[in-house]
């Protein structure tokens, strides 16, 4: 193989390596929904995250709620804030009614150091109850 073929053949499989990498990255799904001052509800989930225990992060204006710690099942997690007090109970992370201030929320998943593995910012869908 000469010298040309070799650093093309090099390139390609560089490139398909890259490419591998990108399709195992971790992945984030943040959802939220604000029902007037009577309900807020926020969901982070993560997918091809490697074994590990997680916590996610919700920020809405001034406003923080962390979830405690939980390993991930498989390679995904999934976590629940709520104002809603039977979602509470059920295991959702509290956060107040009015918790989600201008329609946006940022979701974060980090890992047990505390370094951010993926984080996303989202628009709330707003329900008049």
Do not use: W
Not at 37 to 58: F, H, K, M, P, Q
Not at 75 to 81: A, K, N, P, R, T
Not at 82 to 98: H, V
């Amino acid at each position: 193989m000469n010298r040309k073929h070799f650093t093309l053949a090099a390139c390609a499989l560089s490139c398909l390596a890259g490419l591998a990498l990108d399709a195992s990255a971790a992945t984030i799904r943040v959802q939220c929904e604000q029902r007037g001052t009577a309900r807020a509800r926020v969901s982070v989930d993560g997918n091809n995250l490697a074994a590990g225990s997680y916590r996610a992060i919700v920020v809405s204006g001034a406003n923080s709620a962390q979830s405690i710690a939980q390993a991930a099942v498989g390679d995904e997690v999934e976590f629940d804030f709520d104002s809603n007090p039977a979602d509470i109970a059920a295991g959702a992370t509290a956060i107040a009614p009015t918790f989600i201030q201008g329609r946006q929320v940022v979701g974060k998943i980090v890992n047990a150091q505390g370094s951010t593995v993926i984080s996303d910012t989202v628009s709330c869908r707003v329900r008049n109850r």
